[in-house]
């Protein structure tokens, strides 16, 4: 460390690195920060990179924390560190990038010593480091409000707001989302609610919170356009991977260029990698992938209290928007235009104090305006990870805004392929993730107007559908298989019962305007019918046991249980069905003369089904559109496919609908649980554990069940 060269092996014995964990106080004023701050180092941008790093300095750290509480060193540095911080943004524009480079370290450091205690200490035993004295003046005086933490919290956010992102900054960004999101894992390390943690009450209610908007739009710039990582100019045989010599001599670098000192590997370190984990894509958008895991985290906890992040996220608007006579926010972009993302974003780099140019016209403190057709052009390309659906399911439930602009879209097929294909590779999708995918399915189906555009777009490239070759079919119509294969994949797979409820909501919004449906799809409806039909025969079937048999046994028992409890959801989601597709033949028989066809070649399904008590009231409208078209059909014989369905065509034009019984509208909402903390909280500080790039010691996670 420092002006020397050191390898991993070698920063044990490096006498910077001893210094600053030994008892005796350095203060802010002393020369040694400048020598201790000029190593430069190739990034970790993995989990691996990150793990060889801690296991090289865990000694290190463990001494550090014995002695800081003495020396009060950590404080030193973060002073340090905010002082420099608060040059940075003239520093860029002076073009000094040693400056840049030094303060960029100071982090670095800081953030490695807070993991490690994160990982290690209590939650008050962190905030004890951080507010431990040096007790020679360099500390705050007693009428200082602000702690030293909640400075460096401040800190961190106004260096994401005001600095912009460039070739030279681009590793501060990064460094700084991955240092909030260590000062937040500690969730992931004790049992206290979020809101009782002292870092979190800084970042909700403390005077970093003023700060929100303007992160939360900075941190949605980022992910929108997706700033590649700046490739180093000159990697060297012995500096591609942290195996080698992970500190090189600074006077090398800065002879041959100091673009090398900011500047991320393309080569990735190799090893065991976390599975699902796409660490290639990660080190090539590393900035948007932080700044999506940031975002999340922030706005997902203390949300039954003050959450400023959440507020922000939920009541952004379009800037293409415009304020109507009567207060309402209607959006004027809903054209096809797929502009390139990377081109005409409004990135606000002014700082606070400008960031109200982007206000709304009353300037409310929680609302900014950014481009929403990038966001979604964003979102449609993107949406194969959790962290992207996860945040699309975050703003069509709580941005009015976003979910109006996503339904006025003309070119709605971009986001809802990218959806049903999570879906139809829900085997190799995590659970939660098919989930949150088939929830923004439900919530798009809440609208009439979708429900009828989707049967309007053709969809010609399914090259992604293995099941059958589909060369051209309406969204809608593959909308309903992909949502019936996610039924029977549950059937086989899964046995949840809350995934097929949101299956069936979704149908069940679309079924009265179900229009020229595909042969296939009605086939596949008809066919799910018929399975689960068979299913509950054969359990109602195993309950008739003879009275000489007696079995008693504890073990036949709950198996009986069992079955009673899968017959009760077998007839739900029968019952739910047939009134999907009674629902359908009630308002729109006259434009699906195939499902008609399917209904009428299956037409024994229902003899089994028209004598349970469940099922009786629904299958009689079944039978009355059944029978009228039976005798539409008598006088052929031998027909072709093509002369029935033109029978069915005329037929459906004449078809007496007041002899069908009336049944209340289909009409499904989604509503939130209760308690959504308890689903959202570890699912997305599994979704930092496995693709945020830093190590995340297993062992020692209390957030997650053993």
């Given at each position: 460390m420092g002006t020397s060269s050191s390898s991993l092996s070698e920063l044990l014995t490096n006498p910077h690195l001893q210094t600053l964990s030994a008892p005796t106080p350095v203060t802010i004023n002393d020369p040694y920060w400048n020598q201790l701050l000029s190593f430069s180092c190739q990034i970790p941008t993995s989990s691996s990179d990150n793990r060889?790093?801690?296991?090289?300095?865990?000694?290190?750290?463990?001494t550090f924390i014995c002695n800081n509480v003495e020396s009060g060193n950590l404080g030193a540095l973060i002073r340090v560190f905010i002082s420099r911080a608060d040059e940075l943004p003239m520093s860029v524009q002076c073009?000094?990038?040693?400056?840049?480079?030094?303060?960029?370290?100071?982090?670095?450091?800081i953030r490695t010593l807070t993991l490690y205690m994160v990982k290690n200490l209590s939650h008050d035993q962190v905030v004890a480091q951080f507010t431990a004295s040096q007790g020679d003046g360099e500390n705050e005086?007693?009428?200082?409000?602000?702690?030293?933490?909640?400075?460096?919290?401040?800190?961190?956010?106004?260096?994401?707001?005001?600095?912009?992102?460039?070739?030279?900054?681009?590793?501060?960004?990064?460094?700084?989302?991955?240092?909030?999101?260590?000062?937040?894992?500690?969730?992931l390390f004790n049992d206290k609610p979020a809101n009782h943690m002292q870092f979190y009450?800084?970042?909700?209610?403390?005077?970093?919170?003023?700060?929100?908007?303007?992160?939360?739009?900075?941190?949605?710039?980022?992910?929108?356009?997706?700033?590649?990582?700046?490739?180093?100019?000159?990697?060297?045989?012995e500096s591609q991977?942290?195996?080698?010599?992970?500190?090189?001599?600074?006077?090398?670098a800065l002879a041959a260029g100091i673009w090398s000192m900011f500047s991320f590997p393309i080569t990735m370190a190799t090893g065991s990698q976390r599975a699902k984990t796409d660490e290639s894509k990660q080190s090539t958008q590393l900035l948007a992938n932080q700044s999506t895991l940031l975002l999340l985290v922030l706005t997902n906890h203390c949300t039954a209290g003050v959450n400023p992040y959440r507020e922000a996220l939920c009541a952004f608007t379009d800037k293409d928007s415009v304020m109507t006579s009567t207060g309402k926010v209607t959006s004027s972009a809903s054209s096809t235009n797929h502009t390139s993302v990377s081109v005409d974003v409004d990135v606000d780099v002014r700082g606070r104090q400008a960031a109200g140019d982007d206000r709304g016209e009353e300037g409310d403190s929680s609302v900014f305006q950014t481009d929403l057709r990038h966001l979604y052009q964003c979102f449609s390309?993107?949406?194969?990870?959790?962290?992207?659906?996860?945040?699309?399911?975050?703003?069509?439930?709580?941005?009015?805004?976003?979910?109006?602009?996503?339904?006025?879209?003309?070119?709605?097929?971009?986001l809802v392929v990218p959806i049903l294909r999570i879906l139809y590779e829900a085997e190799t999708k995590n659970s939660h993730h098919v989930y949150m995918a088939l929830i923004i399915l439900l919530i798009l189906t809440e609208d009439e107007i979708f429900n009828k555009s989707v049967h309007d777009l053709q969809i010609k490239d399914l090259s992604w559908y293995h099941d059958r070759a589909i060369p051209e079919m309406t969204l809608g119509g593959i909308l309903i298989l992909v949502v019936i294969r996610t039924i029977y994949f549950n059937i086989s797979r899964m046995r949840d019962k809350y995934l097929h409820t949101n299956c069936l909501a979704a149908l069940a919004n679309m079924s009265s305007t179900f229009k020229s449906l595909h042969p296939y799809v009605t086939q596949k409806m008809i066919s799910l019918l018929s399975l689960l039909s068979k299913?509950?025969?054969?359990?109602?079937?195993s309950h008739v046991i003879p009275i000489d048999q007696s079995e008693t046994s504890?073990?036949?028992?709950?198996?009986?249980?069992?079955?009673?409890?899968?017959?009760?959801?077998?007839?739900?989601?029968?019952?739910?069905?047939?009134?999907?597709?009674?629902?359908?033949?009630?308002?729109?028989?006259?434009?699906?003369?195939?499902?008609?066809?399917?209904?009428?070649?299956?037409?024994?399904?229902?003899?089994?089904?028209?004598?349970?008590?469940?099922?009786?009231?629904?299958?009689?409208?079944?039978?009355?559109?059944?029978?009228?078209?039976?005798?539409?059909?008598?006088?052929?014989?031998?027909?072709?496919?093509?002369?029935?369905?033109?029978?069915?065509?005329?037929?459906?034009?004449?078809?007496p609908h007041d002899r069908m019984k009336k049944f209340p509208e289909l009409k499904f909402k989604y509503v939130e649980e209760d308690e959504p903390e308890e689903f959202f909280i570890p699912y997305i500080w599994s979704l930092v554990y496995n693709s945020s790039t830093l190590y995340w010691d297993s062992d020692k996670l209390t957030l997650f069940p053993k």
């Open positions: 060889l790093l801690e296991e090289a300095v865990a000694a290190l750290c463990q073009e000094n990038y040693v400056f840049v480079w030094q303060t960029y370290n100071a982090l670095f450091i005086s007693e009428t200082d409000v602000e702690t030293l933490d909640e400075k460096f919290i401040s800190c961190l956010m106004r260096i994401l707001i005001t600095s912009p992102v460039s070739s030279y900054t681009y590793t501060i960004h990064v460094e700084v989302i991955n240092t909030l999101l260590v000062l937040l894992s500690v969730k009450s800084h970042m909700m209610t403390g005077s970093s919170h003023g700060y929100a908007t303007d992160l939360v739009k900075v941190l949605i710039e980022n992910i929108v356009q997706r700033m590649p990582c700046p490739q180093r100019s000159f990697p060297s045989s991977t942290l195996v080698g010599d992970f500190f090189y001599n600074v006077g090398a390309e993107h949406l194969n990870s959790d962290e992207m659906t996860l945040l699309l399911y975050l703003l069509i439930h709580q941005n009015t805004q976003c979910i109006h602009f996503i339904l006025s879209r003309t070119d709605i097929d971009q299913k509950h025969q054969r359990l109602l079937s504890a073990n036949s028992a709950h198996n009986a249980e069992m079955d009673e409890g899968d017959v009760i959801v077998l007839e739900e989601v029968i019952r739910m069905l047939l009134e999907i597709l009674n629902s359908c033949l009630m308002n729109a028989l006259h434009h699906n003369p195939n499902l008609i066809y399917s209904l009428l070649h299956k037409k024994d399904l229902f003899n089994q089904l028209r004598t349970h008590s469940n099922f009786q009231d629904i299958v009689q409208n079944i039978d009355i559109v059944l029978s009228y078209f039976v005798t539409r059909l008598g006088d052929l014989q031998s027909s072709s496919v093509d002369e029935v369905l033109e029978v069915i065509k005329q037929g459906s034009l004449q078809f």
